[in-house]
């Protein structure tokens, strides 16, 4: 039940275009984008600065280590106060007491003096024991009350600067080979609130530029993009009733050529199967003569002679109107063999022997039409195969043969032994078949009509129909040809012994 209310309010949902889609696309990630710088510089300012300084005290302390002890600690401690703008005051312990080594300021005002007291100093060392190193976040009014002076000969800072300034000061202590040291280090963190206004109106601006810029991009590209898939779909309007004089164009993008290009192509394929189909429509008609001619004259015969009513000419009418079955069926063939739903009933039989019969049948098109079609076989060759498949085999081929040959009217039937395989081959004299369109004759409705000598043969099903039987009995099969000399069409099955044949009862007594 859940399922169905799914499926009806999904069915019920509005469709969008594609432009549409691209348009809300943009928009959606211009909010994103927008969102995300004002996150970073308004909301989260302070802390992503608070983050850097206290990065760089890290950085500081790390470098300050390799100059401990030698001559060029005053100046390597110079260079970091005016690369990091920090101060820094370093102290050699010495039995409990700092000893001042140095003292570096990068700008007037510094918090150092201010904590160089023998007590500030013993309480810094004691909390930097611990862990090594010790960090505060401090202001001048939390160390000294308004009453003292701690400097003694610098002058206070104004009371309503320090409410605005804050100061990270970093203990570090070192133990090395040449004795222990700490040092200080003091960073002013400057505040951020003018800052955070100015990016704030250059953000109200950048939104307004990007939400315009985003529109007009969006329309750009959406109306670039479209308008071929828009193009398209209206010419796969035309093809879809019946006008196969359309062309794709796909535009620039990679993906709507490829597009463009297989839709190009299905149009010519459905031209070419419409061409085909009417062909067959077309051609059918002959096919069905022949049977229905042999089965109107021998039907005459038998009226208008008396005597005439044997079973031999009645056979020819039976197997006549079997053949006009065939005929029939032979599109519903075509689709069985393509679906892989065919099945084979293979058994052993007489192979020479069912082509000999096979051929006798035409002997009313030969006295009529002047036709002679000749049987070559030597012997008599057995095959596992199913008998019925094959001679559809032989009738389509012997009908191609009989549609092509030449103005001998001759076709022959040749069965040769080779390597415990024998080859029957059918081979017509009429006027070939290009070498470039060889693979192309087992194909539906392919029919050679550049060297046709007569209009409407053959529906086009036939060597399609000889080669899915052929492919089922996985048998070798091809086609040979030369222009201006005929044709030989051939297949190859495995000979087997003679089938062994049944001894009566009484008999075997």
Sequence with gaps: MWKNKWEELREKRPSFGMRTRLIWAFALFTLAAIGILWALQTFFMDDLYEAVKYSELDRCAARLEKSLGTDTLEDDAFDLTQQYNIC?????????YGKPITE????????LPMVSTPALLQTLYQEA???GAYTEEISIDSLFPEQQNPSGDRPRPDPEQNDRTRSIMHVQLYDTDRGQFMALFATELMPLSATVNTLQLQMIVLTVLLAILAVVLSAVISTRYTRPLTEMCAEAGKLSMGNYNVNFDGGNCRETEQLSTALNRAAYELSQLDKMQKDLIANISHDLRTPLTMIAGYSEVIRDLPGEATPENMQVIIDETHRLTTLVNDMLEVSRYQSGNQILHPTRFNLTESVRQTLNRYSKLREQDGYTIQLEADRDIWVDADETRILQVLYNLV????????EDKTVIV????ENDEVILS???????IPQDQLPLVWERYYKV????KRANMGTGLGL???KNILVLHGARFGVQSQVGKGSRFWFALSAVPPQAPEIPENQAE
């Design 426 to 432: 059918v081979i017509d004299t009429g006027a070939g």
């Design 414 to 417: 040749r069965q040769v032994l």
């Design 88 to 96: 820094l005051s370093v102290y050699q312990i010495q039995n409990g």
């Design 399 to 406: 009908g191609n043969a009989v549609n092509y040959t030449g």
């Design 449 to 452: 009509h550049d060297f046709h």
């Design 129 to 131: 024991t611990e862990d």
């Design 464 to 466: 399609s129909i000889v």
């Design 104 to 111: 570096q300021h990068a700008r007037m005002f510094c918090l």
